[in-house]
Structures are given as structure tokens and as C-alpha cells.
């Protein structure tokens, strides 16, 4: 079956450092575009971050230079590393694969940026 | 940047009732279009890539259609469970714009 499960978002203070982990099943993260989306309490949705197949990142200005993504093909796993929290991170980051349009989500994992 | 904007961003049709929503893109995105439906509490999911192209498993109700700056998702008749809102995505390139949503509730 093909998967994903995202994990590690949690309650921070702003400023604080955390990264959130997505493990795949079913299908290998590098032959795929893989992306980061969050969708804040009551809002739509907000691309983050992708990575592609090279190994290439790219990201929403909203997060450069705070945030990066990157891959473990030997564990099929995506991260994303989130430096500088603020509070309009604050947000459920869903994992999500890219094949034609974004067609498999993880469920989500919240982050909660609050002090 | 390429903003995407969509409408009505609500509606409140009746069970059988065809719905449609539309989606325009700041700058031609030719086909590059998609579409998702998102319900309460759950991840999105996709119905329509390539603009036209139905997801597997999508009910044949739902039809995209557009080029360029304009899309539309129709719903030809609306069932109880299409209760949810709809948002469209553009990606050509980065970044992965998505419109602010539309939210379909059944009367």
C-alpha cells in the first residue's frame, strides 16, 4: 500500500528548532517530486518545500533560508528541518507525493509555535 | 509570482444540483492545473490533473476543464458526500500555488 506517515510536530516556542520526519511505503521517495504543505487552523492550504528527483530543493519564500528539506533514500524517508520557529508556522504539515498533481498525503503532523 | 484566486469561495446548492467552480491563474500555467477536494479534519485529496484528467477512483461526476488562465470544476450532480472544500493547485513551477478554497456545503 502506498503511504506516508509524518511525524515529530509538537508545541514550540518561537525561535526553537524542529524537525519533522515522513516515512513512505509502497513506492521510493527518490523517483519521486516529494513536498512539504501546512495548512494553518482555519486556513487553505500553503506549499512549503520540494525536493526533487536530483536531489534539488526549493522553498516558499515564506520559509527560505529557515527551513530545509531533504531525503534518505536508504530509509525512504523525507525531513524537514524547521529553524527560527514562528508563530505563523504554526500549522498541520502534511507530507505529499508529486506524480501527476499531488496525489498521495500523509495525515498530517500539527506544530503548534506559541510562548 | 503566479496568484491563483477562485469562486464563489462558498456556495450552498442541494443534492442533485450541478455545481460549478472556477479557478484563474495571474499568468498562463497552460494545463497544469489541479484540483482537491479536502473534507473536515482530513488530508486533501485529488480529483483532477492536467486540468481534465480524472484521478483514479474519482467518481465520473466531477470534469475539469481550462488552458492558461482560466479552469473550472463541475460537478455534474452533486451527492451528499461531495460536501467539502475544493481548492485548485497550479504546478508548472514553483512556486506551488494553491487557490484559496472553495467551500461546498449541502443545503
Known amino acids: 500500500e502506498v503511504q506516508l506517515v509524518e511525524s515529530g510536530g509538537g508545541l514550540m516556542q518561537p525561535g526553537e528548532s524542529l524537525r519533522l520526519s515522513c516515512a513512505a511505503s509502497g513506492f521510493n521517495v527518490r523517483v519521486n517530486y516529494m513536498n512539504w504543505v501546512r495548512q494553518a487552523p482555519g486556513r487553505g492550504l500553503e506549499w512549503v518545500s520540494l525536493?526533487?528527483?536530483?536531489?534539488?530543493?526549493d522553498y516558499a519564500d515564506s520559509v527560505k533560508g529557515r527551513f530545509t528539506i531533504s531525503r534518505d533514500d536508504s530509509m525512504n524517508m523525507v525531513y524537514l528541518q524547521m529553524n527560527s520557529l514562528r508563530g505563523d508556522d504554526s500549522a498541520v504539515y502534511y507530507c505529499?507525493?508529486?506524480?501527476?498533481?499531488?496525489?498521495?498525503w500523509g495525515q498530517g503532523t500539527a506544530v503548534t509555535v506559541s510562548s | 509570482d503566479i496568484q491563483m484566486t477562485q469562486s464563489p469561495p462558498s456556495l450552498s446548492p442541494s443534492v442533485g444540483d450541478r455545481v460549478t467552480i472556477t479557478c484563474r491563474a495571474s499568468?498562463?500555467?497552460?494545463?497544469?492545473l489541479a484540483w482537491y477536494q479536502q473534507k473536515a479534519g482530513k488530508a486533501p485529496k485529488l480529483l483532477i490533473y492536467?486540468?481534465?484528467t480524472l484521478q483514479s477512483g474519482v467518481p465520473s461526476r466531477f470534469r475539469g476543464s481550462g488552458f492558461g488562465t482560466h479552469f473550472t470544476l463541475t460537478i455534474s450532480s452533486l451527492q451528499p458526500e461531495d460536501a467539502a472544500t475544493y481548492y485548485c493547485q497550479k504546478y508548472d513551477s514553483v512556486p506551488l500555488s494553491f487557490g484559496p478554497g472553495t467551500k461546498v456545503a449541502i443545503q
Open positions: 505529499v507525493r508529486q506524480s501527476h498533481g499531488m496525489d498521495v
Open positions: 492536467g486540468s481534465s
Open positions: 499568468q498562463g500555467i497552460g494545463d497544469s
Open positions: 525536493i526533487y528527483r536530483d536531489d534539488i530543493p
